[in-house]
Nanobody, 115 residues
Framework: QVQLVESGGGLVQPGGSLRLSCAAS????????MSWYRQGPGKERELVAG????GLRRSMKDRFTISRDNAKNTVYLQMISLKPEDTAVYYC??????WGPGAYWGQGTQVTVSS
């Protein structure tokens, strides 16, 4: 059974940092492209960052860095200099072809940036 479990969200002040984690199980993690998406209030879901199996990265935000640990079946999203507009539910996604999005989604973790 495929599972993607996000953690690390919460309330942070503007300018602060957070690191999100997504623990994966039930598939060959090292072979998949992993991505982070987010959906803000009243907005469509959008790509934040992705990382392929060999480690090729792309990020839509210079302030965000994606990384992966294949030994731990975990993908991370380091976010710095957070802004109120970064407030959203952040989702982990796994794709077995291309950049995705693939069929596997986590349940999401809420990030709220507010003073």
């Amino acid at each position: 059974q495929v599972q993607l479990v996000e953690s690390g969200g919460g309330l942070v002040q503007p300018g602060g940092s957070l690191r999100l984690s997504c623990a994966a199980s039930g598939f060959t993690f090292s072979s998949y492209t992993m991505s982070w998406y987010r959906q803000g209030p009243g907005k469509e879901r959008e790509l934040v960052a992705g990382i392929t199996s060999p480690g090729l990265r792309r990020s839509m935000k210079d302030r965000f860095t994606i990384s992966r640990d294949n030994a731990k079946n975990t993908v991370y999203l380091q976010m710095i200099s957070l802004k109120p507009e970064d407030t959203a539910v952040y989702y982990c996604n796994a794709a077995n072809t291309g950049w995705g999005p693939g069929a596997y989604w986590g349940q999401g973790t809420q990030v709220t940036v507010s003073s």
